[in-house]
């Protein structure tokens, strides 16, 4: 797929953008040349390759480089909300703002 000048002109025409001509040129090489790569991974023959959650794991095992998901603060709720006007049951009660 590749794009022509009038094709730039209207994608500049919709963002609202005043584009030279010198410019228009220009992004009309750099969203081709984008589309020439993108064709170029399509060419690749990815049959039987799983896919990835994560680049790194490629190469290494990622698992070992995140941290538990565990509380690593005491739970100061009840000191957090005394300053608080109004709690009821742990959470903090406000006015009602939309009628």
Do not use: W
């Not at 963002?15 to 399509?42: C, H, K, W, Y």
């Not at 039987?48 to 959650?53: F, H, K």
């Amino acid at each position: 797929m590749s794009l022509t000048s009038l094709d730039i002109a209207r994608i500049a025409t919709l963002a609202r953008l005043q584009l030279a001509p010198d410019e228009s040129e220009r992004m009309l090489g750099q969203i081709n040349g984008f589309f020439d790569l993108v064709e170029t991974m399509r060419a690749v023959d990815t049959t039987g390759i799983e896919p990835l959650a994560h680049p790194v794991a490629a190469i290494e095992d990622i698992t070992l480089r995140l941290r538990a998901d565990v509380a690593s603060e005491p739970n100061n709720r009840d000191a957090n909300q005394k300053s608080a006007p109004a709690v009821e049951r742990g959470l903090f009660l406000v006015p009602k703002v939309i009628e």
